[in-house]
């Protein structure tokens, strides 16, 4: 098979799973039509018998995509439908069906790779809704790859390293922009317009603005959203809650796993300095610390759970800063030691 065939088979793959994302999310808001709603309780995958074949980076992606969206809509934090439908007993049939719906797209994605059910009635669906559903677009970097793309709107974003984010292109600047952060860090440069507002989705903050620059770290392995404001002003939602409006050299950090928010005056330099190369760390916590280690010098880390338990990392790395330079200061502060092994790092007492 040509490489022009697998791009095609694997948009093919990516746009079904967006579809059935799309399907889901609307299902549980009660948005859909008679058929879709017919289509999600009567789905049994577990007979389908067509097979989309894919490679296993392929099947993780498109899984964790879905998991994403359902799951970050339903506030469920681990793959458990068995005792949310426990709970669901006690109030109606109807919660459990749907949360047996989740489960039987996670039986078929999960366990049995990307097996997508061909019956007629999802086959019509796809057809009718091929011109109107949600396709998004991609860009997506590496991890130790930092990227700056111009959107078409004039806007200009840096994206870090292992940063995911979307759009929908054919709806995109129409009468807002609104763009996805699913994972990562982006230094957004917003090209102002009062009528076309600018929004970001991260987790489950929405960071509005009409024309401005500021920064957002939301990765999924550190369960915290932080918005850093270089220029104008930005106001940033919980659903219907706003959380607050910031200015220059102020920040947000939201705390996704204790459900909590904090504000605080912060440099904006120190934020975006990655792009430079710069490695700064601001209350940063051992997961932060790998990340960045990853990021910066493709190296993960070893060590014992105690060590660096607890502990907030405030210090800073010019763009020169070798691997060793970084992993002395971190181990003589407090009182560690480390080994390099191939492109292990581990540190011990």
């Known amino acids: 098979m040509d490489k022009g065939k697998k791009k095609e088979d694997s948009a093919k793959r990516r746009d079904r799973l967006m579809w059935l994302s799309d ?12 058929e879709e709603k017919e289509v999600i309780e009567e789905w049994q995958p577990e007979k389908s018998p067509i097979a989309f074949s894919a490679r296993p980076n392929e099947i993780q992606e498109g899984c964790e995509r879905v998991k994403e969206n359902v799951f970050a809509y339903l506030n469920i934090s681990k793959l458990d439908l068995k005792k949310k439908v426990e709970r669901e007993k006690r109030f109606s049939i109807n919660s459990i ?5 989740v489960a039987a797209v996670f039986a078929l994605l999960l366990g049995t790779g990307l097996y997508i059910t061909q019956s007629n009635k999802v086959d019509h669906l796809l057809t009718a809704n091929a011109k109107n559903r949600i396709s998004k677009s991609y860009y997506e970097t590496n991890d130790s790859e930092i990227k700056k793309i111009k959107l078409s709107d004039g806007s200009v974003l840096h994206l870090n390293g292992g940063t995911k984010l979307s759009f929908v292109e054919n709806e995109f600047n129409k009468s807002k922009r609104e763009v996805w952060l699913e994972n990562g860090e982006a230094f957004f440069e917003v090209k102002k317009d009062p009528t076309r507002p600018f929004i970001v989705h991260s987790g489950k903050l929405e960071t509005i603005v009409r024309g401005t620059s500021f920064n957002i770290k939301a990765y999924a392995e550190l369960n915290e959203n932080v918005i850093s404001v270089r220029s104008g002003r930005v ?7 706003t959380l607050g409006l910031y200015i220059k050299n102020t920040q947000l950090t939201y705390y996704s796993d204790e459900n909590r928010s904090v504000s605080e005056k912060a440099n904006w330099e120190d934020a975006a300095a ?7 760390f601001h209350n940063a916590d051992r997961n932060e610390l790998s990340l960045r280690l990853r990021q910066k010098f493709g190296v993960s880390i070893n060590c014992d759970e105690t060590i660096l338990h607890n502990t907030k990392l405030n210090t800073r790395f010019n763009e020169r800063a070798s691997l060793e330079d970084v992993l002395n200061n971190i181990c003589t502060l407090y009182n560690l030691r480390y080994s390099i092994t191939d492109k292990s790092v581990n540190i011990y007492k």
């Open 23 to 34: 399907l889901l999310q609307r299902y549980f808001k009660n948005e859909v039509t008679k």
């Open 97 to 101: 069906r749907r949360y047996a719906a």
């Open 235 to 241: 106001e940033v939602k919980k659903g219907k809650e």
């Open 274 to 280: 990655w792009i430079n190369g710069v490695l700064v």
